[in-house]
């Protein structure tokens, strides 16, 4: 019994690394940017002009 916790234990260890490492990379790695590809124009047509 000893054994197959031991076993257990580092194969959880290994999983949670394994998904903390996926996370960790998918919030840094960005995708690139579509070349030629144009940034969207803010849509300003609910923002009132200021009064002066």
Same mark, same amino acid.
């Not at 000893?2 to 790695?29: D, M, P």
């Given at each position: 019994?000893? %054994? +197959?916790? &031991?076993?257990?234990?580092?194969?959880?260890?290994?999983? &949670?690394?394994? %998904?903390?490492? %996926?996370?960790?990379?998918?919030? +840094?790695?960005?995708?690139?940017?579509?070349?030629?590809? /144009?940034?969207? &124009?803010? /849509?300003?047509? /609910?923002?009132?002009?200021?009064?002066?």
């Amino acid at each position: 019994m000893h %054994w +197959f916790s &031991t076993g257990l234990l580092i194969a959880l260890t290994a999983g &949670t690394a394994a %998904w903390s490492g %996926w996370l960790l990379r998918r919030l +840094f790695v960005v995708e690139p940017a579509v070349p030629g590809g /144009d940034l969207p &124009t803010p /849509d300003l047509s /609910d923002h009132e002009e200021p009064q002066t």
